[in-house]
C-alpha cells in the first residue's frame, strides 16, 4: 500500500476510534451518572471493573443492562447522520426537529434520558418561532460539548471547523461558555484524527476554547497540568474536589481533560476512570473517550468493548468513515 494510503487508512482508524470512544465512555459512565463518588465506591470499588448495569431504582437508568449508551452517544449519531446528509452543514430548524423527534422516540421507549435543560428550552423556544441564534442564549451545559464528536472528524483544525462548532452549537447552547467546551473537544478530536498525541490534543483544545471564551480555557488547562501524572484515586480525588462533575460546561469540559491529562495513554482507562466519578459521568467519559480514541485508534480499545458497542447497531465505523469523507473527500 503506498504511504499517503497508509496514512490515510490510519486517520480513519483514529476517526472511527474517536465515534467508538465516545460510545464506549458513555457506557461504562451510564450506570454511575447522578451518583456521588461515594456512592460509586461503595458499589464497585475505587475504579469501575467494567460495563455494569445500572443500579436498581436510578433515577435515569433504573433497568438498563450492562453496556447500554445514553442520550451521549444517540445524539451525537444524530448530529453526524444530519452532517452527512447535508454533505457538511446543518440546518438549524432540522436539527432542531431531529432533537424533538429523538426525545419523542425516546419518550416511546419508556427512557428517562431525555433532553438536557439546556436543549429543551431552547428547541422549544426554536419551535415556537424564535431565531436559531436567540433560542440558545441560556444554553450553558455540556449539551453542545457532548455530541460535537463528528464535527471534530469532519473537519480539520481551522476556521472550518470552529465555524462548524457554532452551527451546530448556537440553536441550543449559543453562549460562550458552552462554544468553547465545544470547541475544546472539537479540536482535540480533529487533532487527533491527524495523528496528535493526547499532550498535543489537549493543547489544541485549551487554544480553540480561548477564541471564545478565555476563562474556560484556563480551567481546561489549569486542570489538566494538575492531573498530570497522578494516579487513578488521586486523579478522582482532585476532579471531584476541585474540578466538579456536574453537567456545567465549565465542570465536564475540564473535568475530561483533566482525566485525558492523567490516563491519556490508555483509552480504556481514562474512560474507566471518567466513568467512576460520579456526577455527570456518562458525558465526562462520553468526550474523554471521544478525544484518547481519536487520539489512539479503533484499535486502542478491547475487543469486547468494540463487541459491547456494535451490538447497539449503530454503524459506528460506517458513520465515521462518512464523516472522514467530508473531511479527505470520498475516495
Known sequence: ?????????????????ALYGLAIGDALGMPTQLLTRAEVT???????????????????????????????????VLLARLLISGHGEIDSREWASALVEWEQD????????L???????AVSA????????????????????MRITPVGIAFPLGGA???HVRQASLV?????VAMAGAAAIAAAVSAGVDGAPVPAAIEYAVAAARLVDARLADLIGEAAAQARGRVAESVIDFITGQVGTSLATDDSVPAAFAVLAAAGDDPWQACLLAASLGGDSDTIAA????????????SAFPAHAIATIDAHGLHLADLADSLGDLRWGAP
Open 1 to 17: 500500500m503506498p504511504a499517503g494510503n497508509m496514512a490515510l487508512a490510519q486517520s480513519r482508524g483514529h476517526a472511527r476510534g
Open 42 to 76: 461503595r458499589r464497585w470499588g475505587p475504579l469501575l471493573p467494567g460495563f455494569e448495569p445500572a443500579p436498581p431504582g436510578h433515577p435515569l437508568a433504573d433497568g438498563m443492562p450492562a453496556g447500554s449508551i445514553t442520550d451521549d452517544t444517540e445524539q451525537a
Open 106 to 113: 425516546m419518550v416511546a421507549r419508556g427512557s428517562q434520558d
Open 115 to 121: 433532553l438536557g435543560p439546556s436543549t429543551k428550552r
Open 126 to 145: 426554536l419551535l415556537a418561532g424564535a431565531a436559531p441564534g436567540e433560542a440558545g442564549r441560556g444554553g450553558t451545559t455540556n449539551g453542545a460539548a
Open 161 to 163: 471547523l470552529l465555524a
Open 172 to 176: 441550543t447552547h449559543n453562549t460562550p
Open 287 to 298: 468526550m474523554a473517550g471521544a478525544v484518547a480514541g481519536a487520539c489512539h485508534g479503533m
